[in-house]
């Protein structure tokens, strides 16, 4: 029986595995993609890639107004996602299973979570340029929105998930709601929830690039600029110095998930 129901995995897997294969033929014919031409580019930049986008001299002496630009984008990213982790964290109590309200309350901060999770940072950066123009509170807000509709989402996960027995056995005991939520849920849960925050940071900065550009802010800005005027050099130290940050903040990420779980 125990082979039959190994084999029927397999055959399940192999058919899944099948419809995907299956399903990506017919898109790239669909789409007209040529996956030979494709392949072939792939020496033709590699060689532009190797005699064009690396700094010179030249490019260095910019090297002051791009550490400007990225400690300003490094700082909005961090700003805007631990305001969006303090109203998260109000929602997510708001509207956990484990220490909600009411239902009704549940439902709504739930569904502002989705709404602000599912609109593209993107997006949300071209609906705010109308508003508030091109400036740093245009990419502040619109990091901050998916911030929170992310964190929204996964503090609520967290509240569920890791507090329960701990907020149960004091409601047992007759402790008040307040009570429950500082005595049990924030300390139970305030680990996972820094680790999220500290996870929501490094993406932020990835996206306050993209926001940059369309904002014609931080980091962002002056990768558009040099690109758009042929400075490929200056424009791959833009790259160098967005790498090493990501792999600075990435390196103390790691670092205090390591301290606080």
């Known amino acids: 029986m125990s082979d039959d129901f190994f084999a029927r995995k397999r055959w399940k897997s192999l058919g899944v595995i099948g419809i995907i294969m299956t399903l990506a033929v017919i898109f790239i014919i669909i789409t007209e993609f040529s996956i030979l031409k494709g392949f072939a580019s792939i020496p033709k930049a590699i060689t532009w890639f190797v005699t064009n986008f ?3 001299a030249e490019s260095l002496e910019k090297l002051p107004s791009i550490m400007n630009k990225l400690i300003e984008t490094v700082l909005i990213s961090i700003a805007s996602t631990t305001v969006a982790a303090l109203f998260a964290g109000f929602f997510a109590i ?24 599912n609109i593209d940072v993107a997006a949300w950066a071209l609906i705010l340029l109308f508003s508030f ?10 990091l901050f929105f998916v911030s929170f509709g992310f964190l929204t989402r996964v503090f609520v996960e967290t509240i569920d998930e890791s507090s329960t027995d701990s907020v149960e056995a004091l409601r047992a005991a007759g402790a008040g709601y307040f009570t429950i939520i500082f005595q049990s849920v924030i300390p139970t849960c305030i680990p996972q929830m820094i680790s999220w925050i500290l996870f929501m940071i490094e993406t932020n900065i990835r996206s306050a690039t993209l926001i940059g550009i369309l904002t014609g802010t931080g980091i962002g800005f002056s990768f558009n600029l040099y690109y758009k005027s042929l400075n490929y ?5 833009v790259v160098i110095a967005i790498i090493v940050a990501i792999f600075t903040i990435e390196t103390i990420s790691n670092y205090v998930r390591r301290v606080i779980i």
């Open 54 to 56: 690396y700094p010179n």
């Open 94 to 117: 708001m509207g956990a299973n484990t220490t909600r309200v009411n239902r009704f309350i549940a439902i709504i901060c739930r569904g502002f979570g989705t709404i602000f999770r």
């Open 133 to 142: 123009g091109q400036s740093a509170l245009t990419g502040w807000l619109a």
């Open 233 to 237: 050099h200056a424009a791959s130290l």
